[in-house]
């Protein structure tokens, strides 16, 4: 299925940012289940997954993945609900989601994207 009607169909069984921002980023960042080193030489995993937790040369399920997945949005998530103000649509909230996993919470909070919430 499409992306876009991926997350059409989530929005219209009520799915909340976090749901819509897993399909997003498994959709878009590309799951690697063994681990490796991104362009900044940084121990990377699943999709996206960094940190000391990750054990080199270990074969990581999807199940894992889909966990670590949940954990890091939750992280996120949390970070950039206490940034916006106003009141938005739950597909912006995942988009939201999105682009703070990529960049980092950090850089989402001085951002342009933040400053026009």
Do not use: Q, W
């Not at 992306?3 to 940012?17: E, F, H, R, S």
């Not at 959709?27 to 063994?34: C, F, P, S, T």
């Amino acid at each position: 299925m499409v992306l876009k009607n991926k997350v059409k169909a989530l929005l219209a069984g009520g799915a909340g940012a976090i749901v819509i921002a897993a399909v997003l980023l498994d959709d878009l960042e590309g799951r690697r289940h063994e681990p490796y080193r991104d362009v900044a030489v940084v121990l990377t995993v699943c999709d996206g997954h960094t940190g000391k937790d990750i054990v080199p040369g270990k074969y990581y399920t999807d199940a894992e993945c889909d966990a670590l997945l949940n954990k890091d949005l939750a992280l996120v998530a949390a970070r950039i609900d206490l940034l916006i103000k106003v009141s938005i649509p739950e597909s912006e909230r995942a988009a939201f989601y999105s682009f703070a996993y990529n960049v980092g919470t950090g850089a989402f909070a001085k951002s342009s994207l933040l400053k026009r919430k």
